[in-house]
């Protein structure tokens, strides 16, 4: 490993090359900076992420002359640029984007990343983003990274050695916060909704967001649960705290927090820190549909853009407008549904917070299918809980409307009646 300026490490990159970064708390942004002030001489340069943090200036002029996005996650700092010609989305599951690169399928010339220092034995930590990290560093030509005594060191599989690390740039400043918003009043009323299905000994898989801290607000009173995600926030800490999350039922990795990325505040990250609690492990494994089977009660809890009245679930686009992304909610919804006694869930909110309907009778023109219907079971807004298992389409209907805004029903009841009847 050769200590350098963040301009020597970048000039790694040459026109054509494809270039992967390390995302979420671990973007390295001086790197991403550096190499888009390149710009002027580079062409054709392609980016690979799922998500970032930062300011993401290589899909905004006069950076996109040099670089396109092609992005396996849409986030809010490149989803105005991927829906222009300057970016673009691969559809893929979480649980698959390794394959992406260990099948060469989108060979790597270049990684961007960011680690600790290396301990005694030369190894450094992927930090709280190992993910699609971990099979990016496994094949792509060159290693660049950042060198942050900030970053966590994390148990698990998310380590490099500096002999596999071609250039390295030391900083120290902390990794990217992410502070949670306090839920609002039918955000609470959701969580204590999924709350309630949530079973002692449950398996628990849940995102970032204000539902899913609003669901752990409410297991105060739960035993035994486990954790076995692909990713966590600060909501998990004062279960861990209080020992109502011990994970001693689990079959994975009994006793262990499973996740393969982590977002949240400092305290957080220091809870992680050198913590053999936590395994961070890469997204091919916490997402395998195949390992989450195997524990107990998986209760997987995700959201939704948009449902229609048979149950097609769109989360990741507005009609043809690219929000977000397939993630890993396919893999955890059919891991909970295989799951001796799991729970897959699809909560959201009744309506937008403009008043539309998110349960509707068609899915928006142009809009993606990212749980079909025969993989939905449990639907929650603030209005109540229904499951479609088993359920006809007039029958589907019937419950979704059942936990629909009121104002939005007797359209809902119209439009039921002239597609069934």
Same mark, same amino acid.
């Given at each position: +490993?050769?200590i350098?300026?963040?301009?020597?490490? !970048?000039?790694?990159?040459?026109?054509?090359?494809?270039?992967?970064f390390?995302? %979420?708390?671990?973007?390295?942004?001086l790197?991403?900076d550096?190499?888009?002030?390149?710009?002027r001489?580079?062409?054709?340069?392609?980016?690979?992420?799922?998500?970032?943090?930062?300011?993401?200036?290589y899909?905004?002029?006069?950076?996109?002359?040099?670089?396109?996005?092609?992005?396996?996650?849409?986030?809010?700092?490149?989803?105005?640029?991927?829906?222009?010609?300057?970016?673009?989305?691969i559809?893929?599951?979480?649980?698959?984007?390794?394959?992406?690169?260990?099948r060469?399928? @989108?060979?790597?010339?270049?990684?961007?990343?960011? !680690?600790? /220092?290396?301990?005694?034995?030369?190894?450094?930590?992927?930090?709280?983003?190992?993910?699609?990290?971990?099979?990016?560093?496994?094949?792509?030509?060159?290693?660049?990274?950042?060198?942050n005594?900030?970053?966590?060191?994390?148990?698990?599989?998310?380590?490099?050695?500096?002999?596999?690390?071609?250039?390295?740039?030391?900083?120290?400043?902390?990794?990217?916060?992410?502070?949670?918003?306090?839920?609002?009043?039918?955000?609470?009323?959701i969580?204590?909704?999924? %709350?309630?299905l949530?079973?002692?000994?449950?398996?628990?898989?849940?995102?970032?967001g204000?539902?899913?801290?609003?669901?752990?607000?409410?297991? #105060?009173?739960?035993?035994?649960?486990?954790?076995?995600t692909? +990713?966590?926030?600060?909501?998990?800490?004062?279960? !861990?705290?209080?020992?109502?999350?011990?994970?001693?039922?689990?079959?994975?990795?009994?006793?262990?927090? !499973?996740?393969?990325?982590?977002?949240?505040?400092?305290?957080?990250?220091?809870?992680?820190?050198?913590?053999?609690?936590?395994h961070?492990?890469?997204?091919?494994?916490?997402?395998?549909?195949?390992?989450i089977r195997?524990?107990?009660?998986?209760?997987? *809890?995700?959201?939704?853009?948009?449902?229609? @009245?048979?149950? #097609?679930?769109?989360?990741?686009?507005?009609?043809m407008?690219?929000?977000?992304?397939?993630?890993g909610? +396919?893999?955890f919804i059919?891991?909970?549904?295989?799951?001796?006694?799991?729970k /897959?869930? *699809?909560? +959201?909110?009744?309506?937008?917070?403009?008043?539309?309907t998110?349960?509707?009778?068609? @899915?928006?023109?142009?809009?993606?299918v990212?749980?079909?219907?025969?993989h939905?079971?449990?639907?929650?807004?603030?209005?109540?809980?229904?499951?479609?298992?088993?359920?006809?389409l007039?029958?589907?209907?019937?419950?979704?409307?059942?936990?629909?805004?009121p104002?939005?029903r007797e359209?809902?009841?119209? %439009?039921?009646?002239?597609?069934?009847?």
């Amino acid at each position: +490993m050769q200590i350098v300026s963040a301009e020597e490490a !970048v000039s790694i990159v040459k026109s054509g090359n494809r270039v992967f970064f390390q995302g %979420a708390a671990m973007t390295p942004n001086l790197l991403i900076d550096t190499l888009c002030e390149r710009y002027r001489e580079l062409k054709k340069v392609e980016i690979i992420q799922i998500h970032t943090h930062g300011e993401a200036k290589y899909i905004q002029a006069p950076y996109t002359d040099a670089f396109h996005l092609a992005s396996c996650f849409v986030g809010d700092n490149v989803r105005k640029g991927v829906n222009t010609i300057h970016g673009d989305y691969i559809p893929v599951f979480l649980s698959e984007i390794h394959w992406l690169f260990r099948r060469n399928i @989108l060979p790597l010339d270049v990684a961007f990343i960011q !680690v600790s /220092p290396p301990d005694k034995h030369g190894y450094c930590s992927l930090g709280v983003s190992v993910d699609v990290t971990l099979p990016a560093i496994q094949t792509a030509k060159k290693v660049v990274a950042l060198i942050n005594p900030q970053v966590p060191r994390t148990h698990g599989d998310g380590i490099i050695h500096i002999n596999n690390i071609n250039f390295a740039v030391a900083i120290d400043e902390p990794v990217h916060p992410s502070i949670l918003g306090t839920p609002t009043d039918i955000e609470a009323t959701i969580g204590k909704h999924v %709350a309630g299905l949530v079973e002692d000994g449950a398996t628990l898989q849940m995102g970032i967001g204000n539902i899913p801290n609003a669901v752990l607000r409410n297991l #105060q009173n739960h035993k035994r649960l486990g954790i076995h995600t692909e +990713m966590f926030s600060d909501g998990i800490l004062p279960l !861990v705290e209080k020992g109502i999350i011990t994970g001693e039922d689990k079959e994975i990795k009994t006793g262990k927090i !499973v996740t393969c990325f982590a977002m949240g505040s400092q305290k957080l990250y220091d809870f992680i820190d050198d913590n053999p609690l936590v395994h961070f492990k890469e997204a091919g494994y916490t997402n395998d549909t195949a390992i989450i089977r195997k524990n107990p009660k998986v209760t997987a *809890i995700n959201s939704a853009i948009e449902i229609d @009245l048979t149950g #097609q679930v769109c989360a990741d686009s507005i009609g043809m407008y690219q929000y977000s992304g397939v993630g890993g909610q +396919m893999d955890f919804i059919r891991g909970a549904s295989l799951s001796e006694g799991g729970k /897959p869930i *699809i909560a +959201m909110p009744s309506i937008t917070n403009k008043g539309v309907t998110k349960i509707t009778p068609f @899915l928006k023109e142009g809009a993606s299918v990212t749980t079909t219907r025969a993989h939905v079971h449990y639907v929650v807004t603030e209005y109540g809980v229904v499951n479609l298992f088993g359920k006809g389409l007039e029958q589907r209907a019937k419950a979704l409307i059942s936990i629909a805004h009121p104002n939005h029903r007797e359209a809902l009841e119209r %439009a039921a009646k002239q597609r069934f009847n």
